[in-house]
């Protein structure tokens, strides 16, 4: 994070709630409220004048709402990590999905807390990691990922990757059976770019995780399911995975995958967070390497933290194939960033050849080490 001070404009219609988050603004370190702003109307005005480092905004505005501001934006080509504050409603997470694909950053609840401190501490809590991933991008701190990959500190894991994959030399990798996807911040745009690409026939399931709460997932599938070739839905407990179609781990439960039978079988659970994730890539994975060993593919795609890296950790140990995406696209180079550093990654690839490369990965042709 940048040691400078980090101006935010929030916009809100509640005088309650801007005083509300301008308190926990300005609680969070190196951040300062420039001011506030009544509607997405006088909001724009004050992006234009004031040119804050970021800013928060709602959802449900008049004269001009959440959606209209970052329309607005867009078609000016101003550029300003936003940060929703969502309602967790079905039409809140109808509405934050379209606000992500406008170019919104990330979202964060509106907290429902005891008491007015409980909501603060939450929102606080909430809104800090993200406050610090956007203005990691903010600040230009992204490189493309053949610098990256060129980067002497980066060697040693690349040695490893070929030589993890030099020992495997000679054994033909099993035709997998099953696909797992884990992605966070960005997340949504990602997926819309890439999800559309796969062919109806995609010969196996595909399991994904994304870091959303309840209702947010849902909305996330049949946008997705509105604009692909594949079959998109969010899962549901008891589900067998079929070639084809793709399952979202509802928003709030876990998900994994467990045979029965002898078939597989989807399970949704309340089981706790791991690494304060719920729905948990390493959770998912981890059923994945248990059940499928070397017949199975993961893909690590944008977003902040490391979950998924234990996961794949599995997944590699079992013989699967691992592929992250590469830096370039990536709104938060957190998770791919942390599976390429520990040497499991067998491809890195950029988000427009993803769907391309796990197409490839699924059939005949064999994944080779490098990007792409």
Same mark, same amino acid.
């Given at each position: 994070?940048? =040691? ?15 005083? %509300? ?8 370190? /190196?951040?300062?409220?420039?001011? *506030? ?18 800013? =928060? ?23 300003? &990590? ?22 919104? %950053?990330?979202?964060?609840? $509106? ?5 007015? #401190? ?6 606080? @809590? ?10 990691? =991008?903010?600040? +230009?701190?992204?490189?493309?990922? @053949? ?20 020992? @495997?030399? +000679? ?9 797992? !996807?884990?992605?966070? *911040? ?16 995609? &010969? ?13 997932? $849902? ?17 549901? /407990?008891?589900?067998?995975? *079929?070639?084809?179609?793709?399952? !979202? ?57 490391? #979950?998924? *890296? ?12 691992? !592929? ?49």
């Amino acid at each position: 994070m940048a =040691t400078s001070t980090i101006h935010a404009l929030v916009v809100d219609d509640s005088a309650l709630y801007r005083k %509300f988050v301008k308190s926990v603004l300005n609680e969070i370190q /190196d951040v300062e409220v420039l001011g *506030t702003a009544i509607n997405g109307r006088i909001g724009l005005e004050k992006i234009q004048s004031l040119q804050p480092d970021l800013i =928060t905004l709602d959802l449900e505005m008049p004269e001009l709402d959440g959606l209209g501001l970052l329309r607005e934006l867009s078609d000016r080509g101003i550029e300003v &990590p936003t940060i929703m504050i969502s309602s967790l409603t079905a039409e809140g997470a109808k509405a934050t999905n379209e606000a992500l694909q406008l170019g919104a %950053f990330d979202f964060v609840l $509106k907290p429902i807390g005891k008491s007015p #401190d409980e909501s603060r501490e939450q929102l606080k @809590r909430d809104l800090a990691p993200k406050i610090n991933a956007s203005l990691s =991008t903010l600040y +230009g701190r992204k490189k493309t990922s @053949r610098q990256l990959a060129n980067r002497s500190s980066l060697q040693p894991s690349s040695a490893e990757v070929i030589h993890n994959l030099a020992q @495997r030399a +000679g054994k033909p990798r099993p035709q997998p059976e099953i696909v797992g !996807i884990g992605v966070s *911040t960005g997340g949504p745009v990602a997926l819309n770019r890439m999800i559309p690409k796969l062919p109806a026939n995609f &010969p196996c399931p595909i399991l994904l995780v994304q870091h959303m709460p309840p209702m947010f997932t $849902k909305s996330l599938a049949d946008d997705l399911n509105r604009h692909s070739a594949i079959e998109v839905m969010e899962a549901e /407990d008891g589900m067998e995975p *079929t070639a084809g179609q793709v399952l !979202i781990a509802p928003g709030g439960s876990q998900m994994r995958v467990v045979e029965m039978n002898g078939r597989p079988v989807v399970q949704v659970t309340n089981d706790p967070p791991e690494r304060s994730c719920r729905p948990s890539v390493d959770y998912l994975f981890r059923s994945i390497a248990h059940s499928y060993g070397d017949r199975a593919v993961g893909a690590i795609l944008t977003g902040m933290g490391d #979950d998924g *890296t234990l996961g794949c950790k599995l997944m590699k140990r079992a013989g699967a194939m691992i !592929i992250t995406q590469d830096e370039q696209l990536c709104v938060v180079y957190g998770m791919p960033r942390s599976v390429f550093e520990v040497g499991i990654s067998d491809q890195v690839v950029s988000l427009e050849n993803m769907a391309s490369s796990l197409t490839a990965a699924v059939g005949q042709t064999p994944g080779q080490v490098g990007i792409v």
